[in-house]
C-alpha cells in the first residue's frame, strides 16, 4: 500500500552519513544510512541504504560500497542521484495522478550549485513537485523549533558526520553560514589514528565509532570508563583485544573538536553585535548526531562563553524541518511584517 496520500508534502534530510524521509501525516519513513553499493565497472545499483551499510567493509574485489556525500561534497553526482531516486521511489508509488507531492531537501551547505541542480532533478524526475533545496542548518533549525522568523538572532550548530555547519539566522533568513569539513566522522578516524600509533592495532571505521558513542567524552568527567575492543595487531597481523579508557579517547578527540569550536568563535566574531547579544542570552543550539558526543555542548559553552544546548532529537531535527517547511513558511512568513513593525 502506499505509504502516502495526494496531497502531501515530503522532507527529505540528505545527509552525509544518514538519508532520513519524512511524510506528513505518517511521521518519519525512512532512515537509513547514505551508502550505495555499486558493481564494479559497470556501476550498477547492487543495494542502497542500510543493506549497503553492511556490505560498506566486508565487499568482495566485484561490489564497491560507497558514500557519496562522505566530506559534503558530492564526489559522484551519478550514484547520488540513484540513491536519492531508490528513496523517493520507495514511498512515492508510480501513479499519482496530478497531485504529485511537494518536496523539501535538506542539504550540506557545502555543496555547489551544480550538485544542487542535480539533486533537485533527481527529485522532479522521481515524481515530486515544487522541489525545494535548503541549507541543512536551516531545515535543522526548524526542526529544533527555534522561532527562525522572530527579529532576534539564533545560532544554530549542526554536526554531521561529514560536515558542520554554524549558522546565525534571523527574520527567517541566514545571516551568516560556515561550514568546515569536520564532523562525526573525523572523530571516529581520530581514534582509529590513535589507536594504530599508540597501541599498534588496527580498527574498523564501526569499532571505532563504537568506541566514541560508549565512552567518547569532550570534557572532563570524574568516572573513568572502559571499553574492550577488537582488532588486529599491526606487527603481527593477528586479531587481538584490547581495553581502551576514556580518558585516552578524550585526549585523541581534542584536535577536531578543537577545530569545531574554533569556526563557532568565529561565527561569533562575525555576527553583528546586536545578534551577537541574542545570541549570549538564548545560546548556540547543537543539532546533528556529532553533537551527541558527550560533553561536547559543555566543553562549547565553557570555550566560547555563550550557553549551548544540545536539540531534543539531534539526529532528526534537519528531517522534521524539512518536512514542515512549506507549511512552517506559509504561516510565518507573513509575520516577519508585523515584527519589523512592532
Ligand atoms: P549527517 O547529517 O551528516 O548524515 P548525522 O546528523 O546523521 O550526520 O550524524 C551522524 C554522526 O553522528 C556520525 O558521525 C555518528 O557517529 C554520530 N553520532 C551518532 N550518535 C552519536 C552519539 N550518541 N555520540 C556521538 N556521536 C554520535
Ligand atoms: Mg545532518
Not at 65 to 76: H, T
Not at 180 to 194: C, N, S
Not at 259 to 273: D, F, Q
Not at 316 to 340: E, M, P, R, T, W
Request: net charge negative; with cysteine.
Amino acid at each position: 500500500m502506499a505509504l502516502f496520500n495526494l496531497t502531501t508534502d515530503i522532507g527529505m534530510d540528505l545527509g552525509t552519513c544518514n538519508t532520513l524521509v519524512h511524510v506528513k501525516g505518517k511521521g518519519i519513513v525512512i532512515d537509513e544510512p547514505s551508502v550505495v553499493a555499486v558493481e564494479r565497472g559497470t556501476k550498477k545499483i547492487m543495494a542502497v541504504g542500510t543493506a549497503a551499510k553492511r556490505m560498506l567493509s566486508r565487499t568482495h574485489g566485484d561490489i564497491i560500497a560507497i558514500r557519496p556525500l562522505r566530506d559534503g561534497v558530492i564526489n559522484d553526482l551519478e550514484t547520488t542521484e540513484k540513491m536519492i531516486a531508490y528513496f523517493i521511489k520507495k514511498i512515492i508509488p508510480r501513479s499519482f495522478g496530478f497531485n504529485k507531492p511537494r518536496m523539501v531537501i535538506g542539504v550540506p551547505s557545502c555543496i555547489t550549485e551544480v550538485e544542487k541542480r542535480a539533486v533537485f532533478e533527481s527529485a522532479y524526475r522521481s515524481g515530486a513537485r515544487d522541489v525545494k533545496i535548503v541549507e541543512e542548518s536551516l531545515a535543522s533549525a526548524i526542526g529544533a523549533n527555534i522561532p527562525i522568523f522572530e527579529p532576534t538572532g539564533h545560532m544554530i550548530c549542526d554536526i554531521g558526520g561529514g560536515t558542520t555547519e554554524i549558522s546565525v539566522i534571523s527574520l527567517g533568513g541566514m545571516v551568516i553560514t560556515n561550514a568546515i569539513r569536520i564532523g562525526g566522522d573525523e572523530f571516529d578516524e581520530a581514534i582509529i589514528k590513535y589507536i594504530r600509533n599508540v597501541h599498534n592495532m588496527i580498527i574498523g571505521d564501526q569499532t571505532a565509532e563504537d568506541v566514541k558513542i560508549k565512552i567518547g567524552n569532550a570534557s572532563p568527567d570524574k568516572k573513568i570508563e572502559k571499553l574492550e575492543i577488537k582488532g588486529t595487531d599491526a606487527i603481527t597481523g593477528l586479531p587481538k583485544r584490547l581495553e581502551v579508557d576514556s580518558v585516552e579517547v578524550r585526549e585523541c578527540l581534542q584536535e577536531p573538536i578543537i577545530a569545531i569550536i574554533e569556526v563557532i568563535k568565529s561565527t561569533l566574531g562575525e555576527t553583528p553585535h546586536e545578534l551577537a547579544a541574542d545570541i549570549l542570552e538564548h545560546g548556540v543550539v547543537m543539532t546533528g548526531g556529532g553533537s551527541m558526543l558527550k560533553g561536547l555542548s559543555k566543553l562549547v559553552a565553557k570555550e566560547t562563553g555563550v550557553p549551548a544546548i544540545l536539540a531534543e532529537n539531534p539526529l532528526l531535527c534537519a528531517v522534521l524541518g524539512a518536512g514542515k517547511y512549506f507549511d512552517y513558511i506559509n504561516k510565518h512568513s507573513s509575520n516577519i511584517y508585523q515584527n519589523l513593525a512592532n
